[in-house]
């Protein structure tokens, strides 16, 4: 028996997205007649028949969705995905991943949409300029936003900022009083929020703001989110002139590296000094780290939810909310 051909087998002949394909084949006035021919000459080719619902394609329902992200292989983004996956069991959906890399998401966003508008888009972690709105806006296709702000997109945004306070209250309440940051690469709204939420809170319980212990790490991979810039800041901070009595780390694998450097230089956490992560990721509760939940699971399925919402309903009202930080204290906070 022949093999049957997929709409991923037509992508490759045709040297398109996938959700080009899907685009040609619901009719959408968004693919230049040269993409669109290059399409229909692969499907003819092999003889592609597309199992879909004929009531769904006159409709011109969407099919398949995209999900674009700087990465798939961090805890953090891992978990946001897991909740869209197991939310779209519930629906007749397909989704792709585009990785935009963590170095320049927004230009390779651009990138990804001159390949082909998809039928509806959830964006992770990736700020939303002019240029991109504007193009969102004329495709006319559904969209949700997540861990980014957009006055004329749905979106699911971290309370960044109060983040930033809880953790850092929260080792003042602990008894630190000369507390350092591990920083990250990044130039966002989520990392400037959750930084001025941890600084704002030093400077109401009136503790030193000591610069030396502020620090990113040399390695940039995730933007500066790593195990190894977290044990390269604590070798910075040393060369700086000492370590702090604290650390917060601005995710959990920051953390997960600064405690492997301090075990190496014999120092005991919590008992020499405490650290405190953010993301609440599955490893952090086996080692004892408290951290700040974000409850990343949850908003991925969240972000369905209101995508589905959106496409089932054609609903066009703008759903915007803000998701709550959860301080969790585990041992390594806990100041002797």
């Known amino acids: 028996m022949a093999k049957k051909q997929t709409i991923y087998d037509v992508a490759r002949v045709a040297n398109v997205a996938i959700s080009t394909v899907s685009r040609v084949l619901n ?43 700087p990465t798939f292989t961090t805890p953090f983004f891992n978990e946001v995905l897991k909740g869209i996956k197991d939310r779209l069991k519930d629906t007749d959906l397909d989704f792709i991943i585009y990785n935009t890399g963590s170095a320049t998401p927004e230009e390779t966003l651009k990138m990804f949409l001159d390949r082909g508008i998809p039928d509806a888009l959830i964006i992770v972690s990736i700020n939303i300029d002019n240029e991109t709105s504007k193009r969102l806006k004329t495709s006319g296709i559904p969209v949700v936003l997540v861990g980014a702000k957009h006055d004329d997109f749905n979106y699911l945004y971290w309370n960044n900022y109060k983040g930033g306070y809880l953790a850092g209250e929260h080792l003042i309440k ?31 319980y009136n503790l030193p703001l000591d610069e030396i212990f502020f620090v990113k790490g040399i390695t940039r991979k995730h933007s500066g989110y790593s ?20 650390i917060f780390c601005t995710n959990d694998a920051q953390a997960i590296g600064v405690m492997h450097a301090l075990r190496e230089d014999k120092l005991r956490i919590p008992e020499d000094i405490g650290v405190m992560g953010y993301d609440n990721i599955k490893t952090a509760h086996y080692l004892g780290l408290s951290t700040i939940d974000q409850k990343m699971y949850d908003v991925g399925m969240m972000s369905i939810d209101r995508l ?20 969790v204290v585990r041992n390594s906070s806990k100041h002797p």
């Open 308 to 327: 589905t919402t959106m496409i089932k309903e054609k609903d066009t009202s703008l759903v915007q909310s803000e998701i709550e930080p959860k301080l």
């Open 227 to 246: 195990e190894e810039a977290g044990y390269e800041s604590v070798q910075i901070m040393k060369e700086r002139g000492g370590l702090p009595e604290a």
């Open 174 to 204: 602990m008894g630190y009083k000369k507390i350092g940051m591990v920083r990250s690469h990044s130039k966002s709204m989520v990392a400037d929020d959750r930084e001025k939420g941890f600084r704002d809170v030093l400077k109401t």
């Open 27 to 69: 009719g959408s006035p968004y693919v230049s007649e040269e993409t669109k021919k290059r399409v229909q000459k692969a499907i003819d080719e092999l003889d592609f028949r597309p199992q879909v619902n004929a009531r769904k394609l006159a409709r011109r329902e969407a099919q398949i969705i995209a999900v674009a992200l």
